[in-house]
């Protein structure tokens, strides 16, 4: 897909290289084109990439701004609005119900079903899953990451961490590794994280969510509010239940 943006602050052949480069190192950005004279950027993506990611990489660069034209804005609403619900979240439901399914199974014996091994298993399974998603480009999560996480945004080095720690969670849980740290450290950090998405959500922006990292264009919804609820509610019932 291909976007045209306004962008001001351009004076000289020098800014436009300086832009370019870095729109460039956006993982969904494979072309990026700017013109001083109007001046204008147009922008080819392999995924819609948001305006904030877009923003944040130019100001890199220097004191540049970029604005949606009149025509990028109705493209994207066109775009999302020809995406059902179900065509939206289909991967994060299929993952869901993956991880669900492997929950269950290990956790029903013929001696019943452990509701504890269950939540074990799906948190494992979760993070496990999710950190895969964002290991595959660590740069493009970090870079939207930072657009709604109340760290992230202080610090992008936390979108470099936060993969790499769902990792470290999905393997405590796999292996029932000091069951009360991983636990605490779970509600710690899903709390954290779930201040930006309703930030997000309530303020009604219109931004990528990087659950599944830049993999797939998932919008920031309520869907994602109730996912990071999950492990939230999960996490504090089995650290209760251990305390």
């Known amino acids: 897909m291909t976007h045209t943006y306004n962008i001001s602050g351009i004076t000289c052949g020098n800014c436009i290289a300086k832009v370019k480069s870095e729109l460039l190192k956006i993982g969904d950005i494979t072309e990026a084109n700017i ?95 999710f950190s895969f998603f964002k290991l595959l480009d660590v740069k493009g999560f970090a870079e939207s990451y930072s657009t709604y996480d109340v760290l992230a945004k202080r610090n992008r080095t936390w979108g470099y961490i936060y993969p790499f720690l769902e990792l470290a969670l999905g393997i405590g849980y796999a292996v029932n590794f000091k069951p009360v740290l991983i636990n605490a450290g779970t509600f710690i950090v899903m709390t954290i994280s779930i201040i930006g998405v309703l930030e997000s959500v309530f303020n009604k922006r219109k931004i990528r969510c990087a659950c599944l990292g830049a993999v797939f264009n998932l919008p920031m919804s309520t869907v994602t509010i109730i996912e990071d609820a999950l492990m939230i509610a999960m996490s504090g019932i089995m650290l209760l239940a251990l305390l």
């Open 35 to 129: 013109q001083q004279e109007t001046p204008q950027a147009t922008i080819s993506m392999q995924q819609h990439v948001p305006l904030q990611a877009l923003q944040a990489a130019i100001s890199k660069a220097g004191n540049y701004t970029i604005t949606e034209t009149a025509h990028s804005r109705h493209t994207s609403a066109s775009e999302e609005h020809d995406r059902s619900w179900l065509e939206t979240y289909k991967p994060i439901l299929l993952l869901f119900f993956y991880i669900s399914l492997a929950a269950i199974l290990a956790a029903t014996s013929t001696q019943g079903f452990d509701s504890m091994k269950a939540m074990r298993i799906f948190m494992s399974g979760f993070f496990l899953s």
